[in-house]
Nanobody, 119 residues
Framework: QVQLVESGGGLVQPGGSLRLSCRASGNFAAIYDMAWYRQTPGNQRELLARISRGTNYADSSQGRFTISRDNAENTVYLQMNNLKPEDTAVYYC???????????????WGQGTQVTVSS
């Protein structure tokens, strides 16, 4: 069974930084795209950044957030700097994973980690 396990969320003051991590575990053949999303109550899940061969950022995260990945560790990171109260949300990681060769890849999600930006 494939799982994405996130860590690194918590409470931070405005202007502070956090680094989220998400590690894929289980048996699989390949990981393609990985990404970070966030969601606030009553709103749709919002894409923040995606990484495959290159990186793409949403306007809301451009310049403050940096996505990176360690393929050897099957881990994706999100470095968040200059955090603002409006960044408060549940953050989810995503991965497009192929479990076995010869079968299509599937979408996987982490369980979510709460980030709260408040003084």
């Amino acid at each position: 069974q494939v799982q994405l396990v996130e860590s690194g969320g918590g409470l931070v003051q405005p202007g502070g930084s956090l680094r989220l991590s998400c590690r894929a575990s289980g048996n699989f053949a390949a990981i393609y795209d990985m990404a970070w999303y966030r969601q606030t109550p009553g709103n749709q899940r919002e894409l923040l950044a995606r990484i495959s061969r290159g990186t793409n950022y949403a306007d809301s995260s451009q310049g403050r957030f940096t996505i990176s990945r360690d393929n050897a560790e099957n881990t994706v990171y999100l470095q968040m700097n200059n955090l603002k109260p409006e960044d408060t949300a549940v953050y989810y990681c995503y991965a497009d994973i192929r479990r076995t060769w010869g079968r299509a890849s599937s979408d996987y999600w982490g369980q979510g980690t709460q980030v709260t930006v408040s003084s």
